[in-house]
């Protein structure tokens, strides 16, 4: 499958900060937003083998499921666009008239939008909705919201070869938990993930994370956690703490972090720093999976 013009491997910087080094800790960034304007970070990692697996089966159309502002739905539409599949976006909730920035921007890659009531939305996995939507769309493949499933564990597990310097901790935004489960699968012994659950009560994350690993490997790794304390109020919501934290990143390193996912993971990496959670000398790698589609289509 040809592939447009990825920036593979996606490039690793070393962050300088006193507070760090203070510490007597080493922060990487792999800067997988930098992958594609469309398709950056865990998108593209997440997508690539569902999108060779839907060509193999000769499918010509994908179907996926995400809320209004979702930056999945986003880059399931732009795969289609770049790729050659036709898309269909399944929304959570009622039909927006007009549509908001973030599905105007799917549309506008080409793909048709629908429109589930919450009720039925969690029941999306079931076969009688998933038998609607065939009679409504036809033949798809479909992916699952987020782009969580067996195959995107084995494209994220690809990351973790690319960083050539050594490390100790690997650090991810979670929200899905197919980016935590396939970085997980890919350490080699001495090394763990951490996830940090931008969902409020994301405990039940674990038991998600652990079925994907099983589905791809058969197995559970022991190798990961996730961290549940970091989440500022929940799935796109922030405080003027985080976003204090934002703008002191940005006016340090230039950098301006997306506060769905990575700015609760940076926050999270400081203050375990700063609560001595990491030996002097720990090595850490945090995923910058992107910038945030989502806010920027509601700023």
């Not at 920036?7 to 800067?31: F, I, M, T």
């Not at 209004?68 to 599949?85: D, E």
């Amino acid at each position: 499958m040809s592939v447009p013009a990825l920036l593979l491997p996606s490039p690793v910087e070393v962050l300088d900060d006193e507070r760090l080094d203070a510490a007597g800790v080493r922060l990487l960034l792999k800067r997988d937003d930098l992958i594609h304007p469309d398709l950056p970070g865990n998108k593209w990692r997440k997508l690539k083998y569902n999108l060779e697996a839907a060509r193999a089966a000769g499918a010509a159309r994908l179907l996926t499921f995400g809320g209004a502002y979702s930056n999945h739905i986003r880059a399931v539409a732009a795969a289609g666009a770049l790729y050659g599949f036709e898309t269909v976006g399944v929304i959570r909730g009622e039909p927006y008239d007009p549509l908001n920035p973030s599905l105007q921007l799917a549309v506008d890659q080409g793909m048709r939008l629908t429109y589930l009531d919450r009720q039925t939305y969690r029941r999306k996995r079931d076969p009688d909705v998933i038998a609607g939507l065939h009679g409504a769309f036809g033949d798809f493949y479909l992916v699952p919201e987020g782009g969580s499933n067996a195959l995107a564990v084995r494209g994220c597990a690809e990351l973790v070869d690319e960083i050539t310097e050594e490390f100790d901790v690997i650090c991810c935004g979670t929200g899905t938990g197919g980016t935590l489960a396939g970085i997980a699968a890919g350490l080699r012994s001495g090394q763990r993930a951490i996830g940090f659950s931008s969902l409020k009560g994301g405990e039940f994350l674990s038991d998600d994370v652990a079925a994907l690993q099983r589905a791809a490997l058969g197995e559970v790794t022991g190798n990961w956690e996730i961290e549940t304390g970091y989440h500022f109020g929940g799935y796109a919501r922030s405080t003027p703490e985080l976003a204090a934290f934002i703008g002191d990143f940005e006016a340090r390193h230039g950098l301006r972090l997306d506060w769905v996912y990575v700015a609760k993971m940076m926050y999270g990496i400081y203050d375990l720093v700063a609560r001595g959670r990491f030996t002097t000398g720990t090595t850490l790698v945090a995923v910058v999976t992107g910038p945030d589609f989502a806010a920027s289509s509601r700023s």
